[in-house]
């Protein structure tokens, strides 16, 4: 029986959940930020965010599922995002759905990511019946690889890619691949 799909996951200390007007502004401040961008091609204009948050809500209305906002309750009401994607480019493992997530600065170190990318984990496996999950980034980008590998997670070096949608010699271009496979049983 399939289970029926949440608007939102809570955990001890997130509210993960669909988008609100409201989170734009936050969303366009996050991507303007070079310190959270340094593993992106650019930062973002106010109008490439918003197209950004546009596209996340045309995968919720498209697949039930996608980036939720995440919500530190008594804390701030938009801290980034994080949970499930398809993504939009052809390479070796796609068709696939990944795993991502992007913080605002101020609440890096705290452990947010990795709590709520394990409850996307969950439920992409648990709800979706998924039977791989994905998460990819930069060689360099050492702090989403970290919480890839807490998740659990696993990276084979013989499978990092030139991201496609990167020109050739672009200094971001090479990408690792991290992959789990649903729990069995």
Do not use: K
Not at 8 to 26: C, G, I, Q, S, Y
Not at 70 to 75: D, K, L, Q, T
Not at 114 to 127: N, P, Q
Not at 161 to 168: E, I, V, W
């Amino acid at each position: 029986m399939a289970h029926p799909i949440p608007e939102d996951l809570r955990t001890p200390r997130l509210w993960l959940r669909r988008w609100r007007p409201e989170d734009r502004a936050p969303f366009a401040a996050l991507n303007a930020d070079p310190q959270v961008m340094e593993h992106m091609p650019s930062v973002a204009t106010r109008a490439e965010s918003d197209a950004q948050a546009d596209r996340i809500a045309a995968h919720f209305a498209e697949h039930g599922f996608g980036l939720w906002a995440m919500e530190v309750p008594g804390v701030t009401s938009f801290a980034g995002f994080v949970g499930l994607s398809i993504p939009r480019f052809e390479a070796f493992f796609t068709p696939c759905v990944e795993i991502g997530w992007r913080l605002a600065a101020e609440f890096w170190g705290r452990g947010y990511a990795t709590e709520g990318a394990r409850a996307a984990l969950a439920f992409g496996f648990d709800s979706l019946r998924l039977p791989e999950i994905v998460s990819f980034t930069t060689l360099t980008n050492e702090r989403s690889r970290r919480v890839m590998e807490r998740i659990g997670l696993s990276h084979d070096p013989a499978e990092e890619f030139d991201h496609p949608l990167l020109p050739p010699g672009h200094r971001l271009r090479r990408h690792v691949l991290y992959r789990l496979r649903a729990p069995s049983g």
